[in-house]
């Protein structure tokens, strides 16, 4: 970055002004032009300003080149310096911006500003540290979108945190220390050496935590530990009790389990004894395969060993997420309520468990009843994000071409447009989703898939139109035209609203629309068969695939139910009148490299041309596709320059 002295002698035009001699400056709050007069601007649209006499290197536009002083993005965001990682882009960033974008604590201001007249922006990064640091870029428009559009797991997070309620953890550690016997309990076969007990209650515990152990793990679990001296069954609502410790992931982790015991009326693990053998290597984890460099990790094998000794309650939460499937009603609130709950031991339970497994009502949606068709494409070009971009998933293991699966939307406006130029894309005739929940064991803790009928389904045959009697719900006959609350609440629903944020009015607050008028939208949008309802709760134990195969319409169409069938969730779409199909599906972690194999493999010996990969990366930009495509006059945006410069520039 160019430190101190940025300050540019610019010409400025401004409506009803003649041309002006200024001082531009880029500071922590954006660009602003001081006058020799004293003047200041800052928020105006009609102004502009150029290079005074001379190029500077430090701003990377030519001397008649006219830029806009108010940007049209500015978004603040990690940045690294020297640039941390791999241009994984294709086509790459203009001079390896993008090496810099980090997620982390050294913020600084992306302000994007348009150049007149001019397929690039000028993209300045201003350090927020340190005003006096700052570097600019001279970018294609295409790059800006990935700092215009915010994934999903931002605005995941900026939900959740739309309503936190601040609490003193570790003010328990001050009090005095814990008697002898509750340490007794605690260090239960363990020989803690030179044990004592301090002054406080966090430095006697602090004895019983591995110093090898990450210092923010340590911290939590001391508080835990700390905790369970006094541990019951809340006699509060249990989504009051959760989101207390929201913001402590370790420690609200270590309660869920230890609440779950208490109510199985089963003895909690040994906690110390577990840390203990974790940091010696003595402990044995029997759940889940480990890596090599994992094992040496005491911190997290002892994650895996709990994880392994707490109660499963998956089975509980998918028992009452497939009554809700059954109804197949949308509702407004957690299906067990807080009065419920407060009533009973068991009720009590299973709104925990509703919570903690994040009980979610998702909604698919049937694009061709909105006027927008599907589009995917598998290969590794254009990965930068555009406007109609649903989603982007890796493909097998990083490499620096390695391919990603593409899922978008588009008004069939602008389909040939983008097919004519990009002829690897695929559209899609028939799309669906299922989830097989009862395809839980939970006497054996873990998923079952039948792979041997997944391999089968590859020699029988189905037809495309037996695949839509069979899964294909009611549709609308006519094309529905959204309106901007119509779209927000699609967009909530596609994505997937977690009940718990609902009834506490995250959503109402985050998006300004209140809970009735979300119920009643969806009420009108699932009556008229714009989306298909369904409910599920977080899965454990299973890992994303991506299948995708070409060969005879009979054969695909097959491969396709069987994974609708058999799999525990899958989502698949059809192309080529059948000839090709999508799989994204979620399978049991312990079957997945030997299915991926065994499918390529069968596939190879009955002449079907298929590739079965493990996803490695998402990122998702659901969260507001309705409404960023929709146009003012209730059209759908048909602007597709956004991935079609990708491939004409390059």
Request: hydrophobic share 35%.
């Amino acid at each position: 970055m160019t430190k101190n002295s940025i300050e540019f002698p610019v010409k400025v035009y401004r409506s009803n002004y003649d041309e002006e001699i200024g001082i531009l400056r880029y500071t922590c709050s954006g660009p602003i032009i001081r006058f020799e007069s004293g003047e200041e601007i800052k928020e105006s649209n009609d102004v502009y300003f150029a290079l005074h006499d001379f190029i500077d290197p430090r701003l990377p536009i030519l001397q008649n080149e006219i830029v806009q002083l108010k940007p049209r993005i500015e978004v603040v965001m990690g940045y690294a310096p020297k640039g941390t990682v791999i241009d994984r882009m294709y086509p790459q960033s203009s001079d390896k911006w993008i090496t810099h974008v980090i997620d982390g604590q050294n913020l600084a201001l992306y302000a994007v500003q348009d150049i007149r007249n001019s397929q690039h922006k000028l993209l300045t990064i201003i350090s927020l540290d340190d005003p006096g640091d700052f570097i600019s870029y001279k970018i294609h428009t295409y790059e800006t979108t990935i700092l215009e559009m915010k994934h999903d797991l931002i605005v995941q997070n900026a939900i959740r945190e739309s309503f936190r309620k601040e609490f003193d953890l570790y003010s328990i550690l001050d009090a005095g220390p814990p008697l002898w016997s509750i340490i007794d309990r605690l260090v239960e076969g363990v020989n803690i050496a030179d044990l004592s007990l301090k002054q406080t209650m966090g430095e006697t515990l602090k004895q019983l935590v591995p110093s090898s152990f990450p210092e923010r793990a340590r911290k939590q679990i001391i508080a835990f530990l700390a905790w369970t001296e006094t541990a019951e069954i809340p006699s509060e609502d249990p989504m009051d009790f959760i989101q207390r410790y929201a913001e402590f992931d370790i420690f609200n982790s270590l309660v869920t389990g230890h609440i779950k015991c208490l109510l199985d009326d089963r003895k909690p693990p040994p906690y110390v004894k577990i840390m203990n053998q974790a940091d010696t290597g003595s402990l044995k984890v029997t759940e889940r395969p480990t890596l090599a460099a994992v094992e040496q990790n005491p911190w997290y094998l002892t994650q895996l060993k709990l994880y392994e000794m707490f109660p499963d309650w998956m089975k509980r939460a998918l028992e009452l997420t497939e009554i809700l499937n059954e109804k197949g009603k949308i509702i407004g609130e957690l299906p067990v309520t807080k009065k419920e709950a407060l009533r009973s031991k068991k009720s009590w339970g299973d709104r925990f468990a509703l919570i903690t497994q994040g009980l979610a009502m998702r909604g698919y949606v049937r694009r061709e009843s909105i006027g927008l068709r599907t589009l995917v494409y598998v290969g590794a070009a254009h990965k930068w994000p555009h406007f109609h971009l649903e989603f982007s998933a890796r493909l097998g293991y990083r490499t620096e071409k390695s391919p990603q699966i593409q899922l978008m939307a588009f008004p069939e406006s602008s389909i040939e447009q983008v097919t004519r130029v990009l002829p690897s894309v695929h559209i899609i005739d028939w799309e669906t989703n299922s989830a097989n929940l009862s395809l839980y064991n939970n006497r054996k803790g873990r998923w079952r898939i039948n792979s041997s009928i997944l391999l089968k389904s590859l020699e029988h045959s189905r037809s495309l139109q037996q695949l839509k009697t069979e899964f294909g719900s009611r549709y609308t006959t006519k094309t529905i035209q959204l309106s901007p609350v119509q779209a927000k609440v699609l967009d909530m629903i596609s994505w997937g609203i977690y009940l718990v944020n609902l009834e506490d009015n995250r959503y109402s607050r985050y998006y300004k629309i209140d809970n009735m008028t979300i119920k009643d939208t969806l009420e009108s949008l699932q009556k008229q068969g714009i989306f298909k309802l369904f409910y599920l709760t977080t899965m454990q134990k299973l890992t994303s695939i991506c299948v995708s195969a070409h060969g005879p319409s009979n054969h695909i169409c097959s491969l396709a139910r069987s994974f609708l069938k058999h799999a525990p969730t899958s989502d698949v779409r059809i192309a080529g009148k059948g000839s090709w199909c999508f799989i994204i599906s979620r399978v049991p972690e312990d079957d997945a490299f030997d299915l991926l194999n065994s499918l390529q493999s069968q596939a190879k010996e009955c002449e079907i041309n298929l590739t079965a990969r493990p996803i490695s990366a998402y990122i998702g930009y659901r969260n507001n596709l309705y409404q960023r495509l929709l146009q003012n006059d209730g059209s759908w945006n048909n602007d597709v320059s956004g991935i079609l410069t990708q491939v004409s520039l390059h």
